[in-house]
């Protein structure tokens, strides 16, 4: 599926390695100059297709940034349901550190988080992808909350409490986000939520 809700198309064969290529050269050039310094004619060149290819695909920048940033998020993080909500929280939050971490996903992370005022495209997409994973990590803790593993919660506020202390992280710290640091996170933000629900 892609962001909107509508089912994305599947390549095969060629097309299919030519969007990789695409995909894998926008991700170089954001990792490298920023969402701005991303310029058709470079992604082009590097991804080793004509320019005819790029525009056909995708016919502004919008279409563009919306598809690069929503296959990052599919290929890099999700939430599983193992029966353990810490354990898989524990999970999601590394898995997320770690795409984060990476050149590519510490320039989205970084160009997203500055650009989050502001009435564009790339807002939108960052608010579409937000939003996309709130309803995920909303039916996982929806269903630990009818395991008696949590109390009912609203996942927005979970997730700014598991995320922020790994953008942090990422963005000002040199040594790695390790599993210990995501459950420790965890942890404390479980024990949080049953003390506010016994309040």
Do not use: C
């Not at 898989?88 to 320039?107: E, I, M, V």
């Amino acid at each position: 599926m892609t962001v909107d809700g509508s089912r994305a198309r599947r390549p095969g064969g060629r097309t299919r390695l030519v969007t990789e290529r695409l995909w894998a050269a926008a991700l170089e050039i954001i990792a490298e100059k920023g969402i701005d310094g991303l310029q058709y004619e470079e992604l082009a060149s590097r991804a080793q297709v004509g320019r005819a290819t790029v525009y056909r695909r995708w016919p502004n920048r919008d279409d563009l940034f919306r598809d690069v940033l929503a296959r990052f998020a599919e290929t890099s993080v999700s939430i599983e349901d193992t029966g353990d909500i810490v354990r898989d929280l524990t999970t999601f939050l590394h898995s997320f550190a770690d795409a984060a971490a990476s050149p590519a996903g510490r320039a989205v992370l970084q160009i997203l988080l500055r650009r989050a005022g502001e009435d564009d495209g790339l807002h939108r997409v960052g608010v579409e992808l937000l939003d996309r994973r709130t309803e995920e990590l909303q039916r996982r803790l929806d269903r630990a909350a009818e395991a008696g593993q949590l109390p009912e919660v609203e996942a927005p506020f979970v997730n700014m409490m598991l995320v922020g202390p790994v953008q942090w992280f990422v963005l000002r710290r040199e040594q790695p986000f390790v599993l210990d640091d995501a459950r420790a996170i965890v942890e404390l933000v479980v024990a949080g939520l049953w003390r506010a629900a016994a309040d």
